[in-house]
């Protein structure tokens, strides 16, 4: 069974910094691309970082500069570092993988407080 499983969510004051994981499991993720997205109450879910199988990372320009996108060594990681945040980051940050098939994670939430 195909897993995501987010974990590192919490609350933070403005300013400070938190760092999400994502583990999957279920299957071999060393050829997907995957991304971090969030949705904020009565909001859509939108994009946040995107780091591709080869490596390449791409951010929403609300966060470029301020988070890093990264992969574990064993590809089936991904990480969220997030500093300088602000309280308009509050959301629920969903990890994703993308190949021939999509898989989400469950979430995990963050709230920064002002």
């Known amino acids: 069974q195909v897993q995501l499983v987010e974990s590192g969510g919490g609350l933070v004051q403005a300013g400070g910094s938190l760092r999400l994981s994502c583990a999957a499991s279920?299957?071999?993720?060393?050829?997907?691309?995957m991304a971090w997205y969030r949705q904020a109450p009565g909001k859509e879910r939108e994009f946040v970082a995107f780091?591709?199988?080869?490596?390449?990372?791409t951010y929403a320009d609300a966060v470029k500069g301020r988070f890093t996108i990264s992969r574990g060594s064993a590809k089936n990681t991904v990480h969220l570092q997030m500093n300088s945040l602000k309280p308009e980051d509050t959301a629920i940050y969903y990890c994703?993988?993308?190949?021939?098939?999509?898989?989400w994670g469950q979430g995990t939430q963050v709230t920064v407080s002002s």
């Open positions: 994703n993988a993308k190949a021939r098939t999509e898989y």
């Open positions: 780091i591709g199988w080869a490596g390449i990372s």
């Open positions: 279920g299957r071999t993720f060393s050829s997907y691309d």
